[in-house]
């Protein structure tokens, strides 16, 4: 590989397929979703939010991936840096997603009930925060400030292909730095506002960090499932190795441990105080069906993955590996299911779980915007970054 | 040197790349008794040297289950069923308190435990020798080159054509390795004089400084100060009250919540003319009144409230509770001597709440009953 006439790297063409499969996908969730607010808005919106947090996930899961690769300088990583960047072009979606949603505010945030906010004074007390106007001027912000990072921080990247400026590191590593603090910042507004707010009388200071840890592992897991993908096909580099992907089976399981610390934590903590403005959150997915879909909780994201990936050749087999990633995105779904949809069933008579097309309607709306994105970014650019300096280092990384 | 016994010869290597090229070579030449020491975990070595996967996950795992069933075990047993605590309301088996120690103790003896039979295993404990040891090869390869020795007990090895080997594939300082016959011969055992003094100081010196912390470490500045606090403590002498009781009673007047006080502490007949039993006959409430009848009343009156009791002798015998005057008093009558007392009998008003009182009266009139039992009694 010392020579230079090698070719690392050759653009392919993304098979025409692909955004057939992408558009139809997205067109099938797009009407379902309107046959969903009109028939019933209530539920269409709750589901809209898993849409919505799913998404967010792995756009600000792989923007992270990529200011982390920067601010600590690997190697291994920069072939890949590519993939996290078209990936990271999700978050443009999310606005168009959360726009009904934003039309629907009151039909499932409780603390804009004025019967709630006359007869609750612990819902009142939050009105500073949670009242419509700050909630809509706050949420642009956050849209707003993580496009100027995408820009910033995948602009220069773009670039470099071309120029192959070597000082595009520098810059990018400080650009990295700034972003990390505002990234811990935003990710905790989004999930306190869409997700913990559902029930305004609950709080958890760790909340925050909940919703991270599971937004990289599902960024990860797309990530995973599309450089491998791609490598078997001949899309990318062929000199990628099992080296490679170990990195991505080991993230994986770093990232399932430390969500399933940060899950126990923060129901030891509530269970332990017992103190019934916490607790209730978890009486709410204790009780009339809710407790098996918990228990699973624990098997679906952290026992099962945790098995799968714990000995190192399931860390580094290209096609274990897909599997696993698929199953940890989907167990993203489930999770976020049991985060949001109990606050729908509390409002239904029936309060056990409820799955039909409503819920269905996610995964394919999902699947479709990343699909979608993936193919019209992807379409016109190179998927590896060939003139970051780095590049050659990376794909000669061996372990 | 001629009655020194081969153990092998090294070789020192430059690069980790350098390593992984000669350790292929190594297994490529048929060499089966040869090692490699490296500063670090050089990365890809254990396909070049061709070696089998280490069973050494699944011993951890092992034992990481086993620590995990003790552990839960030891809690299982003080928690629950030795000596059951109410902490906070909790169940005596709180699982999810359990998981982090569970945690803890899995973590702590798979590695604990590995250590150790690595070093019982692989270093023969209480062997603590190795002909390598002391070598300017080991000083060299713990700390910035990397080794690699063949052993004389290979089948192949053949001195002058392992020396010319190593040297072919780029090794330097290629080099004899013999047993020290010192080493060889001292038989080391576990009752060394030596070894058991040494366990000795160490035994007394950990019992000193457990000893120390716990008992003296605590009680000093500033680790006390959690103790030491500005505030009143059961049984102490009080340095704030004149009187220097630390326990105080409640301030004149005080009602306790859900308490009516007594209205007629002077007036028997009154009290037995007004105050009406509001309590029936039930099981519950005779179980109850039997409870705290043979608590309270038991010692003086009886089980069965003849009056001759457990402290006769020791106390003027009450009269008995069946003769025909109490039996017409009226509940009221009753009540009044438990709240306020009569003669000698003191009062139980602190002990008993107004229900359980009522209750008591209950068990008297019963226990009366079953020393007159009527006709009918029976249906």
Not at chain 2, 19 to 39: E, L, W
Not at chain 2, 290 to 302: E, G
Not at chain 2, 320 to 333: A, C, I, M, P
Request: hydrophobic residues 45%; contains cysteine.
């Amino acid at each position: 590989m010392s020579n230079d006439n090698i070719v690392l790297y050759e653009r392919k063409p993304l098979p025409t397929k692909l955004p057939l499969l992408g558009w139809s996908l997205l067109l099938i969730g797009v009407v379902l979703t309107f046959l969903a607010f009109s028939t019933d808005n209530v539920r269409a919106s709750y589901n809209l939010i898993i849409v919505l947090m799913w998404v967010f996930s792995i756009g600000f899961g792989s923007l992270f991936l990529i200011a982390l690769e920067h601010i600590v300088g690997s190697d291994w990583s920069v072939p890949f840096r590519r993939l996290s960047e078209i990936l990271a072009a999700v978050l443009f979606a999310t606005p168009l997603i959360a726009l009904p949603l934003f039309l629907n505010l009151d039909q499932v945030f409780s603390w804009l009930n004025p019967v709630i906010l006359d007869s609750d004074k612990y819902v009142k007390n939050k009105s500073p925060y949670l009242n419509e106007s700050f909630f809509v001027i706050r949420n642009i912000f956050v849209f707003l400030v993580m496009f100027l990072f995408y820009f910033l921080l995948v602009g220069r990247s773009l670039r470099q292909d071309k120029t192959g400026k070597a000082d595009t590191k520098k810059w990018s590593t400080k650009i990295s730095a700034i972003f990390m603090p505002i990234f811990a910042i935003l990710i905790t507004v989004v999930a306190m506002d869409w997700l913990m707010s559902l029930e305004p009388k609950w709080f958890s200071t760790i909340f925050g960090v909940y919703y991270f840890a599971g937004s990289v592992l599902t960024a990860l897991a797309v990530l995973t499932f599309i450089a491998i993908t791609l490598a078997e096909n001949g899309y990318i580099s062929k000199y990628l190795t099992e080296d490679h992907f170990y990195n991505f089976g080991a993230l994986m399981f770093a990232f399932t441990n430390f969500w399933a610390y940060i899950a126990f934590s923060q129901f030891m903590l509530i269970w332990y105080a017992n103190i019934p403005d916490e607790t209730m959150w978890y009486m709410q997915r204790g009780g009339e069906g809710w407790m098996t879909i918990s228990l699973g909780l624990i098997f679906i994201r952290f026992l099962i993955p945790y098995m799968a990936l714990v000995t190192r050749p399931s860390k580094s087999n290209p096609f274990r590996l897909k599997i696993i990633a698929v199953w940890v995105f989907i167990a993203h779904y489930y999770d976020l299911y049991w985060v949001i949809m109990p606050e729908y069933t509390k409002k239904t008579e029936l309060h056990a779980p409820v799955y039909s097309w409503f819920e269905f309607t996610v995964p394919i709306l999902v699947l479709g915007v990343i699909i979608v994105v993936f193919s019209l970014v992807a379409g016109k650019k190179n998927l590896m970054p060939i003139g970051d300096p780095k590049f050659r280092k990376g794909l000669e990384f061996h372990l | 040197m001629d009655n020194k016994i081969l153990h092998s010869v090294t070789a020192i290597f430059h690069t980790p790349d350098d390593i992984i090229k000669a350790a292929k070579a190594v297994v490529k030449a048929g060499y089966k008794k040869f090692d490699v020491h490296t500063p670090y975990p050089v990365h890809g070595m254990d396909q070049a040297m061709k070696l089998k996967r280490s069973p050494l996950g699944y011993f951890a795992f092992a034992l990481g289950v086993i620590g995990a069933t003790l552990g839960l075990l030891l809690m299982y047993w003080t928690m629950t069923v030795d000596y059951p605590l109410n902490i906070g309301g909790k169940p005596t088996f709180p699982l999810p308190a359990f998981v982090p120690v569970t945690f803890e103790i899995t973590v702590l003896l798979a590695s604990v435990a590995t250590v150790v039979s690595m070093i019982v295993i692989f270093f023969k404990f209480p062997n603590n020798s190795h002909p390598l040891h002391d070598t300017e090869y080991m000083k060299q390869v713990s700390s910035d080159k990397y080794g690699l020795t063949i052993e004389a007990a290979d089948p192949n090895f053949d001195f002058e054509k392992v020396k010319d080997f190593l040297s072919k594939i780029g090794g330097t300082n290629v080099e004899a390795i013999y047993y020290d016959n010192d080493e060889i011969n001292s038989k080391l055992t576990l009752l060394e004089p030596k070894f058991l003094t040494g366990l000795a100081v160490i035994s007394v010196l950990v019992i000193t400084i457990t000893y120390f912390s716990l008992n003296k470490l605590m009680f000093m500045q500033p680790f006390n100060w959690m103790m030491d606090q500005q505030k009143i403590t059961a049984m102490k002498v009080s340095t704030f009250f004149d009187d220097g009781f630390s326990m105080r009673l409640p301030v004149e007047g005080t009602v306790a919540r859900g308490f009516k006080p007594y209205p007629y502490p002077d007036s028997v007949e009154l009290a037995s003319r007004v105050l009406v039993n509001p309590l029936e006959f039930s099981d519950v409430n005779l179980e109850n009144g039997k409870r705290k009848y043979n608590t309270f009343c038991s010692p003086c009156h009886d089980y069965h409230g003849n009056g001759v009791a457990r402290l006769n002798g020791q106390f003027p015998n009450p009269p008995s509770l069946h003769t025909d005057k109490v039996r017409e008093w009226s509940d009221g009558h009753l009540y009044h001597i438990i709240t306020v007392g009569q003669n000698t009998m003191p009062s139980y008003d602190k002990q008993l709440t107004q229900e359980e009182k009522w209750q008591v009266i209950l068990y008297v009139r019963a226990l009366q009953r079953a020393l007159n039992a009527q006709e009918g009694d029976l249906q």
